[in-house]
């Protein structure tokens, strides 16, 4: 797993396989693991790049607050793509990377040969936002002063996504305890905060004209109408609701996903 300092941080990725390029970005908490059911699925016909976000997984994790943006997170996939060489991908991004994919696909759309977004927004996601603002200040508090472990189980008890998640899929709870055992507590409490600080693209999706494919986990209720803004505002998108699953339809259903994305991936010169 090659590291390379980008934008003075340390970050770790991971690249397999050869001929056109996907990139994936995880969601909070996560890592290149997350796409453990996509990679040895694209490989063989795709040059696949994994990126560990700042301070998560086994990038560096920054101390400063200031460390953490949407717009920083951007520039550290564009720095990437330079350090490999790499003209033009298909991006995929889920859940805070897709805020991140939307960020860069504003700003550095000539880079982009196609867009993936899954369970994510391009702005404010709903009614459901204010509660989950709650629940993330209090997972931050208790992070703060007792630790990952503490917090991943008050969000396990009170994260109305978690617990539906961990009900139909319970043998993922403890490979999600794990993924926030390895973030880093910067990583975890700033992350988070970079979401409100971030200037929404939602008038902006107009200017997307690569080919787009949206995913939405037909239980994610938390995204469900953030999903529909997106499909709304980038002409020629195309919106898969996957039936049964929540916010991490990659995770939950691999087999649709990946027969989806495949079938994009088909039609997009990367």
């Keep these: 797993m090659p590291v390379a300092n ?36 694209l490989s063989p016909n795709y040059r696949v790049v994994a990126l560990d976000m700042r301070g998560h997984g086994k990038s ?10 949407i717009p920083i997170f951007a520039d550290d996939v564009l720095g ?7 003209n033009k991908c298909c991006l995929v991004g889920h859940s805070i990377g897709g805020f991140t994919a939307l960020q860069f696909a504003v700003i550095y759309q000539h880079r982009l040969a196609g867009l993936v977004l899954v369970d994510t927004s391009s702005g404010p996601f709903g009614k459901e936002q204010n509660s989950s603002h709650r629940l993330s200040l209090k997972l931050i508090e208790l992070a703060s002063s007792q630790g990952l472990e503490a917090a991943f189980d008050y969000d ?22 794990q993924k926030v055992l390895r973030t880093s507590v910067e990583g975890y409490i700033y992350g988070p905060m970079a979401f409100p600080k971030w200037q929404p693209v939602t008038p902006k999706l107009s200017l997307i004209k690569v080919p787009t494919l949206i995913y939405c986990g037909e239980e994610d209720v938390a995204f469900a109408g953030a999903v529909k803004i997106l499909e709304k505002g980038i002409s020629g998108s195309e919106l898969i609701t996957i039936p049964g699953v929540g916010h991490n339809p990659h ?20």
Excluded at 60 to 69: C, D, Q, V
Excluded at 159 to 177: D, S, V, Y
């Design 6 to 41: 980008i934008n003075g941080v340390d970050l770790n990725y991971e690249v397999t396989g050869q001929g056109p390029v996907v990139v994936f970005l995880h969601g909070m908490t996560g890592s290149t693991q997350d796409w453990a059911n996509q990679v040895p699925v």
């Design 60 to 69: 560096e994790a920054p101390k400063a607050e200031s460390e953490y943006s």
């Design 80 to 86: 990437l793509l330079d350090l490999l060489s790499i």
């Design 156 to 177: 396990a008890c009170h994260n109305p996504m978690r617990i539906a998640k961990f009900k139909q899929h319970p043998e993922l709870k403890e490979i999600t305890r």
């Design 251 to 270: 995770e939950e259903a691999p087999e649709i996903f990946n027969q989806t994305l495949l079938k994009f991936l088909a039609r997009v010169k990367c």
